[in-house]
């Protein structure tokens, strides 16, 4: 039985330093940012304030932290810079959570809240907090002559929202358990100005996930009434893909006014993509497949394989490439699938049972093409490769489907599990 994650009390982690993994400081901790949800559920933490060298406060997603201790912050050294702006559905724990009077469940006895405790979800990459520290006594009265004690999230009331409100927060926290599919059909279906409301409300990553799944005309609507800055925030997390399909629907100067606010990595993959016809294995590839060199082993591949934020489509295969290993890589030499991976002990290295055997797709190769490739082949991902031999990305099964679907295929009876509202009733 896997070991519990540690749990770390907020109070621990203000001011304390933030690392890339190289050990240089990247700043230090201000705050950390939550977002509450209906009834008493635990909130999720959604990332950390961090004041950087020039006093800015920039927000760090717990997505790219990979690890919490009471007197260090390890981030994935990817740091966006652009200064932190709080958003409606969002509370500062130090901030906003410290120090407030809550109400204990079942006894309705008034407590001062002294510190919260964040911890990760097991075998997830989300953060809870999911203990309270508490001190009993009348506001304001010395903390020694109260007493103090540790209580679940769940244990107090005064914190979460209210269930029947019908703001955007409200709606946003009761549809958090539905996937990116199922929300984007109900936003599909709310007025322009709600979808408007709730995709302000959405932090970044789920508002990128979320587009992804919504028709052209919405994104362009939705990314049309977000600021610059926000909007550039959520064309980076969104897949390079998906991004690219999204700009190339704007006119020619919104579209290279957001690129230029954009980081100039996730900006080079995006323009790259640009660079071919939409309808096209280049149009249609994501430039961030799994990418590993020929002394990587088995085991280094079935963990690139196991990362959270990978579709199924890419993680069905690894892709073996002489360095560089970030697209366009050197010299392509073959792909495994990871039905082979699970085969052979961890110890092999992927050169040595590498299938080279198949014919990559060239960048120009038209939608029927790369649609008979994965059919010939009962493949759900296809390595795209130039003239020189260098990886440049791979096409996956999802999206040549919205490419052969009709256009309308979302508003379609069987789309979402049944008794998720679709907003129009």
């Known amino acids: 039985m896997a070991a ?58 717990m997505t790219r932290v990979t690890g919490v201790e ?19 559905t969002e509370r500062l724990v130090l901030g906003e959570l410290l120090d407030r009077r809550v109400t204990l469940v079942g006894t309705d006895e008034q407590v001062t809240v002294l510190d919260v405790a964040i911890q990760q979800l ?15 006594g009348k506001a304001g009265a010395l903390r020694r002559k109260g007493e103090t004690l540790t209580v679940e999230w769940s244990a107090v009331t005064g914190f979460s929202l209210e269930e029947h409100g019908q703001g955007a927060e409200n709606l946003v926290a009761t549809f958090e358990q539905l996937r990116p599919a199922d929300l984007a059909n109900v936003m599909h279906h709310l007025s322009p100005k709600r979808r408007a409301e709730v995709a302000a409300a959405l932090d970044d990553d789920r508002l990128a996930d ?59 993959d995006v323009r790259r993509l640009l660079s071919y ?14 990418v590993l060199r020929p002394d990587a082993t088995v085991a280094d591949a079935l963990a690139r394989v196991r990362q959270q934020d990978l579709s199924p489509a890419l993680a069905a295969q ?10 366009p890589t050197g010299k392509y030499l073959g792909m495994v699938h990871f039905q082979r991976l699970l085969r ?41 490769v130039d003239d020189s031999g260098s990886l440049l990305g791979a096409v996956t099964v999802d ?7 009709p256009d309308d295929w979302r508003e379609t009876e069987f789309h979402g599990p049944e008794g998720v509202p679709d907003g129009r009733h």
């Open 210 to 268: 979320v587009l992804e799944e919504l028709p052209d005309d919405d994104q362009v609507e939705i990314l049309g009434k977000l600021k610059d800055e926000r909007a550039a925030d959520v064309l980076e997390a969104m897949d390079p893909d998906d991004a690219a399909d999204l700009l190339s629907e704007l006119p020619e100067e919104d579209k290279e006014r957001l690129l230029t606010l954009m980081q100039p990595d996730d900006a080079a």
């Open 318 to 327: 690894v892709y073996v490439c002489r360095p560089p290993d970030e697209t």
């Open 277 to 290: 016809e939409e309808r096209t294995a280049g149009g249609l590839m994501t430039t961030e497949p799994i």
């Open 70 to 88: 009471s007197g260090q912050v390890i981030t994935t050294g990817v740091v966006n810079l652009r200064r932190f702006e709080q958003r409606p």
């Open 344 to 384: 052979e002990p961890p110890f092999t290295l992927v050169s040595s049972v590498v299938d080279s055997d198949l014919k990559p797709l060239p960048p120009d190769a038209s939608l029927p093409s790369v649609t008979s490739f994965l059919a010939a082949y009962n493949m759900v991902a296809a390595p795209v």
């Open 399 to 405: 999206d040549v489907l919205d490419h052969l679907l």
């Open 122 to 136: 097991p075998a997830r990459r989300d953060w809870e907090i999911d203990k309270v520290f508490v001190r009993r």
């Open 4 to 61: 519990a994650a540690p749990r770390v009390f907020v109070s621990h982690l203000s001011g304390v330093a933030v690392f890339d993994p190289n050990g240089d400081q990247v700043g230090r901790v201000r705050d950390l940012v939550a977002m509450l949800r209906v009834g008493r559920r635990p909130p999720r933490l959604l990332g950390i304030v961090v004041e950087v060298a020039s006093r800015r406060l920039i927000f760090l997603p």
